[in-house]
């Protein structure tokens, strides 16, 4: 398990951006993390007061920054910090659940292309055995 402090070693984002807790797998092309949705979480105060629901560009940003770890996670630790991730086109997305505060968002990616300048992603998010959000991510990875 990769906890918070080495997900900011790998990840450039920071509060209140940065939208993965933890990651519990993680092998060559694939990547599990999780991000715990709390009321104290900024957005709630805006989005649907008295009914809160994380925004679904949120749950896309999330999915996304998993993937960048799993993306980074190719690069020795030295290189990573002369990085960066930017994601290029994100595709096919549809969302099949509301996300509220006290579900535990699990996301899940993995590599379906990784070569030349271009990389491919199939993402999803479950809270329990339901499929939040899912998606396929474009990315590609720069000098800083």
């Known amino acids: ?26 092998s060559e092309e694939r990547i599990v993390a999780i ?50 991730v930017y994601f290029v086109a994100i595709d096919e997305v549809k969302f099949r659940r509301p996300v509220i505060p006290g579900d535990v968002l699990v996301l899940e990616l993995e590599l379906v292309r990784f070569g030349g300048r271009i990389i491919k992603m199939k993402g999803r998010a479950r809270v329990g055995e339901e499929i939040a959000c899912e998606g396929i991510f474009t990315a590609t990875i720069v000098d800083r």
């Open 1 to 26: 398990m990769i906890d918070i402090r080495e997900i900011m070693n790998r990840l450039p984002h920071r509060y209140p951006f940065l939208l993965v807790d933890r990651i519990t797998e993680m």
């Open 35 to 84: 991000k715990c949705v709390t009321i104290n979480e900024p957005y709630f105060q805006g989005h649907f007061p008295g009914a809160p629901v994380m925004p679904g560009v949120l749950q896309i940003e999330a999915l996304a920054q998993a993937g960048g770890a799993l993306l980074f996670s190719k690069f020795p630790p030295e290189a990573r910090e002369h990085k960066l």
